[in-house]
Antibody
Framework: EVQLVESGEGLVQPGSSMKLSCVAS????????MNWIRQAPKKGLEWIAL????????YYADSVKGRFTISRDNSKNTLYLEMNSLRSEDTAMYYC??????????WGQGVMVTVSS | DVVMTQTPPSLSVAIGQSVSISCKSS???????????LNWLLQSPGRSPKRLIY???KLDSGVPDRFSGSGSEKDFTLKISRVEAEDLGVYYC?????????FGSGTKLEIK
C-alpha cells in the first residue's frame, strides 16, 4: 500500500524558514517524481514544486520560486520542502504527492503551515 | 500557464441522480506522446485529495463505474451516474500535460 506521510507542521513568523518532510512507502520511491501542492484555508489546490526521480530536474510555481527548494533523499525514501522568507500568503495545508504519467496518483494527509506574527 | 475553467462551482443533487462537471483548458492537453493528461480528483470533507480518473477516462482501481470521464483537446467532462452519499465533496480537474501543473477551481457536490 502506498503511503506518504508529511511532517514539519507549525506556526512561524513572517520572514522565517521551515522545512517539511514526506516519507514514502509502498512503492519504489527512487523511480518516481514527487510534488508538493498546497491549499490555503477554504481555497483550491495550488501546485508548487516537482522533482524528478533522480533530482535531475526541479520545477517551481512562480509564487514560490527563489524562496522554496524541493529536494529528496532516495536512500531515506524522503521528500523535502525547504521554505524561506515565509509570508502570510504561504499559510496553507501542504501535501506531497507522487507523480506518475502526468498525474498525482497518491497524496499524503497534509501538514498545516501557518505564517503569522 | 494553462488555465482550467471548471463549472459549475457547486451542485446539490438527490441520491440516485446523475451530474456532470465540465472542465475547459486554455490550451490543448494533448502531450507530445499523444496522451492527454487530464485527471479528476475528489477531496472528501476533511480529507486529502484522491485521484478518481486519469488520462481523461481511465478509472483508478476501486473507483465505482458510476464515475466516467470523457472529452478531448480542451474540453472535458466528469459524469457521476446514480450519485451516492459517499460522493459528496469537492471535485477538481488537474492537467498534467504542461508545467506548471494547474487545477480547476473545484466543484462542491452536496447531497440534498
Amino acid at each position: 500500500e502506498v503511503q506518504l506521510v508529511e511532517s514539519g507542521e507549525g506556526l512561524v513568523q513572517p520572514g522565517s524558514s521551515m522545512k517539511l518532510s514526506c516519507v514514502a512507502s509502498g512503492f519504489t520511491f527512487s523511480n518516481y517524481g514527487m510534488n508538493w501542492i498546497r491549499q490555503a484555508p477554504k481555497k483550491g489546490l495550488e501546485w508548487i514544486a516537482l522533482i524528478y526521480y533522480d533530482s535531475s530536474s526541479k520545477y517551481y510555481a512562480d509564487s514560490v520560486k527563489g524562496r522554496f527548494t524541493i529536494s529528496r533523499d532516495n536512500s531515506k525514501n524522503t521528500l523535502y520542502l525547504e521554505m524561506n522568507s515565509l509570508r502570510s500568503e504561504d499559510t496553507a495545508m501542504y501535501y506531497c504527492a507522487k507523480w506518475d504519467s502526468g498525474a498525482l496518483d497518491y497524496w499524503g494527509q497534509g501538514v498545516m503551515v501557518t505564517v503569522s506574527s | 500557464d494553462v488555465v482550467m475553467t471548471q463549472t459549475p462551482p457547486s451542485l446539490s443533487v438527490a441520491i440516485g441522480q446523475s451530474v456532470s462537471i465540465s472542465c475547459k483548458s486554455s490550451q490543448s492537453l494533448v502531450a507530445s506522446d499523444k496522451n492527454t493528461y487530464l485527471n479528476w480528483l475528489l477531496q472528501s470533507p476533511g480529507r486529502s485529495p484522491k485521484r478518481l480518473i486519469y488520462q481523461v477516462s481511465k478509472l483508478d482501481s476501486g473507483v465505482p463505474d458510476r464515475f466516467s470521464g470523457s472529452g478531448s483537446e480542451k474540453d472535458f467532462t466528469l459524469k457521476i451516474s446514480r450519485v451516492e452519499a459517499e460522493d459528496l465533496g469537492v471535485y477538481y480537474c488537474l492537467q498534467g500535460t504542461h508545467l506548471p501543473l494547474t487545477f480547476g477551481s473545484g466543484t462542491k457536490l452536496e447531497i440534498k
